[in-house]
């Protein structure tokens, strides 16, 4: 019998927001694929309005790269689309994520909310806190 070993995907909650009052807080949970660096997922974008809460979901897809490089070891570079695939509707476009080491539990991340208007939302520097939901022995 051979010992064969098979790549488990590397699967993580990452929560993006500035934590201050009204700001809004990116929810993603995303499956990275350890042998291409291929990465899937869904994202939730939750602000607190007058009234309640402002909420829309999007659909990510894209890669992961280790760098190597000074204080940013592993960026995440991602694409999205609205959840449900509405025309006009409003989703994250573009997501960045940079984490400070290899499969790390903080960074940051920079977004585009495309929002059906001449002019997207863009979002920079926001920070990331990573739960990794499953460690390989």
């Given at each position: 019998?051979?010992?064969?070993?098979?790549?488990?995907?590397?699967?993580?909650?990452?929560?993006?927001?500035?934590?201050?009052?009204?700001?809004?807080?990116?929810?993603?949970?995303?499956?990275?694929?350890?042998?291409?660096?291929?990465?899937?997922?869904?994202?939730?974008?939750?602000?607190?309005?007058?009234?309640?809460?402002?909420?829309?979901?999007?659909?990510?897809?894209?890669?992961?790269?280790?760098?190597?490089?000074?204080?940013?070891?592993?960026?995440?570079?991602?694409?999205?689309?609205?959840?449900?695939?509405?025309?006009?509707?409003?989703?994250?476009?573009?997501?960045?994520?940079?984490?400070?080491a290899?499969?790390?539990?903080?960074?940051?991340?920079s977004?585009?909310?495309?929002?059906?208007?001449?002019?997207?939302?863009?979002?920079?520097?926001v920070?990331?806190?990573?739960?990794?939901?499953?460690t390989?022995?």
């Amino acid at each position: 019998m051979s010992s064969t070993s098979i790549p488990m995907p590397k699967n993580g909650v990452f929560t993006i927001t500035t934590g201050a009052p009204g700001a809004p807080t990116v929810t993603a949970l995303l499956s990275t694929d350890t042998t291409d660096g291929a990465v899937t997922g869904t994202a939730t974008s939750t602000q607190v309005v007058s009234g309640g809460a402002a909420t829309f979901k999007s659909s990510l897809h894209g890669v992961e790269h280790a760098t190597g490089l000074g204080g940013v070891a592993q960026v995440f570079s991602l694409q999205g689309a609205a959840l449900p695939p509405l025309m006009g509707a409003k989703h994250i476009s573009t997501m960045a994520i940079s984490l400070s080491a290899v499969w790390g539990t903080e960074g940051t991340a920079s977004y585009t909310v495309y929002n059906d208007t001449p002019t997207p939302v863009v979002m920079k520097n926001v920070p990331v806190k990573v739960q990794w939901l499953l460690t390989e022995k």
